[in-house]
T-cell receptor
Framework: QKEVEQDPGPLSVPEGAIVSLNCTYS??????FMWYRQYSRKGPELLMY????GNKEDGRFTAQVDKSSKYISLFIRDSQPSDSATYLC?????????????FGKGTKLSVKP | KAGVTQTPRYLIKTRGQQVTLSCSPI?????VSWYQQTPGQGLQFLFE???????NKGNFPGRFSGRQFSNSRSEMNVSTLELGDSALYLC????????????FGEGSRLTVL
């Protein structure tokens, strides 16, 4: 079993839709969780960072973590064509190397005008 | 504030050659991590350097090596290139604290012929 599983998509939605992106992980030792967005031919950029179960909101983006189920989600409200990108979940462990994150393979999202 | 800078952005090599990639982290960041990104495997951790010392290493052969200089700039080297080394090589910097927030450069795209 891979440490992080992420549905690769692709996912296509109309502009204005609510998007739900999900990852599951296998090791309960992981303690912090991130979502990165990667545009084509660019490096990943950090969108959301959280370390506790529950929801964290930032504008149109909400990150949700359920440690008991080992499940993390990213919700995008009122999706825009500019949100079209690949979204990567990443998890880490305070006891390990901070530079060593475990990434999902990414979900490619396309938002159609 | 300047971001993470990677050079060169694109390069083409042939099998058996070696390559050196360079990374300049965000000013004040002392940790530099390297990742390999391919369509099949996604983002995979290569190694992390902090204050010129390798802090962690991923599961890659010894042909992959790196180093960090006193100004936190880092280089990675791949010797005896193989076709399977074709990938996007991403450098990420962080403060090196426990936060685990990585900031990525745009990557160096290596093609091995």
């Amino acid at each position: 079993q891979k440490e992080v599983e992420q549905d690769p998509g692709p996912l296509s939605v109309p502009e204005g839709a609510i998007v739900s992106l999900n990852c599951t992980y296998s090791n309960s030792a992981f303690q912090y969780f991130m979502w990165y967005r990667q545009y084509s031919r660019k490096g990943p950029e950090l969108l959301m960072y959280t370390y506790s179960s529950g929801n964290k909101e930032d504008g149109r983006f909400t990150a949700q973590v359920d440690k008991s189920s080992k499940y993390i989600s990213l919700f995008i409200r009122d999706s825009q064509p500019s949100d079209s990108a690949t979204y990567l979940c990443a998890i880490g462990n305070y006891g390990g190397s901070q530079g060593n994150l475990i990434f999902g393979k990414g979900t490619k999202l396309s938002v159609k005008p | 504030k300047a971001g993470v800078t990677q050079t060169p952005r694109y390069l083409i090599k042939t099998r058996g050659q070696q390559v050196t990639l360079s990374c300049s982290p965000i000013s004040g960041h002392r940790s530099v991590s390297w990742y390999q990104q391919t369509p099949g495997q996604g983002l995979q951790f290569l190694f992390e350097y902090f204050s010129e010392t390798q802090r962690n290493k991923g599961n890659f052969p010894g042909r992959f090596s790196g180093r960090q200089f006193s100004n936190s700039r880092s280089e990675m080297n791949v010797s005896t290139l193989e076709l399977g080394d074709s990938a996007l090589y991403l450098c990420a910097s962080s403060l090196g604290s426990t936060s685990g927030e990585l900031f990525f450069g745009e990557g160096s795209r290596l093609t091995v012929l």
